[in-house]
Antibody, heavy 119, light 106 residues
Framework: EVQVVESGGGLVQPGGSLRLSCAVS????????MSWVRQAPGKGLEWVAS????????YYVDSVEGRFTISRDNAKNSVYLQMNSLRAEDTAVYYC????????????WGQGTLVTVSS | DIQLTQSPSFLSASVGDRVTITCRAS??????LAWFQHPSGKAPKLLIY???NLQTGVPSRFSGSGSGTEFTLTISSLQPEDFATYYC?????????FGPGTKVDI
């Protein structure tokens, strides 16, 4: 059974930083792209970032480009989201998901971790 | 960026009803469209990929169709566990944008 577990969320002040982690088990992690998707309170889903199997390609939504960095450690079956210069509008539940290259499927999702940016 | 619109934004239905949700893209995306079910407080679930392919384990009452700029998700007979918000997502170009969602309620 595939398990995706996010961690690292919490309360942070505007301008602060936070690092989210996502651990995947029961899955050939190193063979797949990975993504982060978020949902702000009362809003819809928003794709945030994706990373290739070997980390050589990364893509971001414009609103986080230059502030967030996606990375991965295939030896630990984990993907990370380093979030800097956080803003109130970054407040959201952040989901980690596996991304299957075939039709770019967000196939397996975690339960999410809540990030709150507030003073 | 490719923009997606969904209609309706809210749908009130009963168990057993046939439900259709439409998703329109601001430019052609071939068949690079997915549908997700997102129950409140839970993880999103992939239902359909490639516009019309049923994800493994998803009940056959769900179906998808369309290509280019217009797509539909159909639930042939609504079940109690289907009350949720549904999103389309284009995966033709980065950023992989989602539609605004359709909430299906009783």
């Amino acid at each position: 059974e595939v398990q995706v577990v996010e961690s690292g969320g919490g309360l942070v002040q505007p301008g602060g930083s936070l690092r989210l982690s996502c651990a995947v088990s029961g899955f050939s992690f190193g063979s797949h792209w990975m993504s982060w998707v978020r949902q702000a309170p009362g809003k819809g889903l928003e794709w945030v970032a994706s990373i290739k199997q070997d980390g050589s390609s990364k893509y971001y939504v414009d609103s986080v480009e230059g502030r967030f960095t996606i990375s991965r450690d295939n030896a630990k079956n984990s993907v990370y989201l380093q979030m800097n210069s956080l803003r109130a509008e970054d407040t959201a539940v952040y989901y980690c998901a596996t991304l299957l290259r075939h039709f770019w499927r967000l196939e397996y999702w975690g339960q999410g971790t809540l990030v709150t940016v507030s003073s | 960026d490719i923009q997606l619109t969904q209609s309706p934004s809210f749908l009130s239905a009963s168990v057993g009803d046939r439900v259709t949700i439409t998703c329109r893209a601001s430019q052609g995306i071939s068949s690079y469209l997915a549908w997700f079910q997102h129950p409140s407080g839970k993880a999103p679930k992939l239902l359909i990929y490639g516009a019309s392919n049923l994800q493994t384990g998803v009940p056959s009452r769900f179906s998808g169709s369309g290509s280019g700029t217009e797509f539909t998700l159909t639930i042939s007979s609504l079940q109690p566990e289907d009350f949720a918000t549904y999103y389309c997502q284009q995966v033709n170009n980065y950023p992989f944008t989602f539609g605004p969602g359709t909430k299906v309620d009783i």
